[in-house]
């Protein structure tokens, strides 16, 4: 069974910086491209960022890019997002999501899911 585990959300003021886990159990992480993506209240679930299984291939929506790092550790089945000079339009639910292609922007391609975790980037 996959299990995908969001966790370091909070509340935090613009200018600061918080960093996302997702723990994912066992053979679910290894070997799968993993994204980031976020929705805010009456808006579409977006893309954020991704990482293919290497490690060594990153992508980024433009609003976050230079801002926002995705990274992982195998070793510990972990995924993050490290995210610098937080804005308040950044604030939403973010979730940590498994794909089954090599690189992908699209929430249609992403078959697991975590439950999110809550960002509130206050002014």
């Known amino acids: 069974q996959v299990q995908l585990v969001e966790s370091g959300g909070g509340l935090v003021q613009a200018g600061g910086s918080l960093r996302l886990s997702c723990a994912a159990s066992g053979r679910t992480f290894t070997g799968y491209t993993m994204g980031w993506f976020r929705q805010a209240p009456g808006k579409e679930r977006e893309f954020v960022a991704c990482i293919n299984d290497s490690g060594r291939s990153t992508a980024y929506a433009d609003s976050v890019k230079g801002r926002f790092t995705v990274s992982r550790d195998d070793a510990k089945n972990t995924l993050y997002l490290q995210m610098d000079s937080l804005k308040p339009e950044d604030t939403a639910v973010y979730y940590c999501?498994?794909?089954?292609?090599?690189?992908?922007?699209?929430?249609?391609?992403?078959?697991?899911w975590g439950q999110g975790t809550q960002v509130t980037v206050s002014s």
């Open positions: 999501a498994r794909t089954y292609r090599y690189t992908s922007s699209n929430r249609y391609d992403y078959n697991y």
